[in-house]
């Protein structure tokens, strides 16, 4: 997996695509603890260096695994977690449990997970930049953040990422977060870009869900929204097999094609699939394929709200 991309402008280098630990914190059904410390080490091994966590995944026991499975490999990756609120007292409490559930001395990416509603961002982002002084942090991010807040944060401390949702099948970003980041010199982090597993084309029915998978509860995998998306997932899917890959790989290379800024952040459950994500950053997609991609999947194709109705009011603050 050839190539790197910066976090910012005086961030870290990172492997074209990032790991995402979350799939083995139970949101997406059982998850086996030894095979996300196999999955992390595979991705070191790939060369997927910023491997991602945060302390609200599995209350803590995401970060104890990805401290676990970095044990003896810290200098090879990039360390990216988040605190689940921006009280600054709150932020410094919850860094401090972080390192040690992490087994390191610094976190080189704390984000803040959500922008906290009841604390101005200027105050949230100048305690994580008390802790960039005092060396626990390298630097600082956002998660899901609006244009705004993203503008007011970085006039504190500069902001190296902002990690929000972008895929084919959510491509709002590209209107009004990505110029400003681009403006700033904020480089994104696009969880969820295969949404969630629609744009790997193996989940057809909701009965491809667990029991106690939490995509359950999400509209755009429900009944007629996803009916509708399956049929944008369909169209992408006869691209990706002309091209003769497959359709998860496609969204990933064009996700990397939309700049050397952008580095998709990838969750599985299964170590082995972590070749077939590392393998996305070596296919070029020609002018023709990427404008035939966009017309399979323009913006506002996909069907259904991507969080809970009473989730979707924290996202974009």
């Not at 790991?19 to 030894?34: L, R, V």
């Not at 595979?42 to 997927?48: Q, S």
């Amino acid at each position: 997996m050839g190539g790197t991309r910066r976090l910012g402008t005086g961030g870290p280098e990172v492997g074209p695509v990032a790991f995402g630990a979350m799939s083995f914190a139970g949101y997406y059904g059982a998850a086996d603890a030894e095979e996300g410390v196999r999955a992390v080490h595979r991705a070191i091994d790939l060369g997927i260096t910023l491997i991602d966590t945060a302390e609200a995944y599995g209350g803590g026991s995401n970060e104890e695994l990805v401290g676990r499975a970095i044990a003896g490999r810290r200098d090879a990756v990039v360390l990216a977690t988040k605190a689940s609120r921006g009280a600054p007292g709150y932020l410094r409490d919850a860094a401090e449990a972080s390192l040690r559930r992490l087994g390191v001395d610094h976190i080189d990416v704390y984000y803040l997970h959500r922008v906290d509603g009841d604390v101005p961002i200027e105050e949230s982002v100048g305690a994580m930049s008390r802790l960039v002084e005092e060396g626990r942090v390298r630097h600082i991010g956002l998660s899901e953040a609006g244009p705004g807040t993203i503008r007011r944060a970085h006039a504190v401390h500069p902001v190296a990422a902002l990690q929000s949702e972008w895929s084919l099948l959510y491509r709002d970003p590209e209107r009004d977060v990505l110029p400003v980041l681009r403006e700033l010199g904020i480089a994104y982090v696009a969880y969820s870009p295969l949404s969630r597993g629609l744009l790997t084309g193996r989940i057809r029915t909701p009965d491809d869900l667990a029991p106690d998978d939490w995509r359950r509860q999400v509209p755009r995998f429900q009944d007629d929204h996803l009916a509708r998306n399956l049929e944008v997932v369909g169209a992408l899917a006869e691209i990706a097999e002309r091209r003769g890959i497959d359709l998860a790989t496609l969204s990933l290379a064009w996700l990397l094609a939309q700049g050397d800024d952008v580095v998709p952040l990838v969750g599985t459950s299964r170590a082995s699939r972590l070749d077939e994500v590392a393998a996305a950053a070596d296919v070029t997609l020609t002018a023709d394929e990427l404008a035939a991609i966009g017309a399979a999947a323009p913006f506002g194709s996909a069907s259904g709200d991507r969080y809970p109705s009473d989730y979707m009011p924290r996202l974009g603050l």
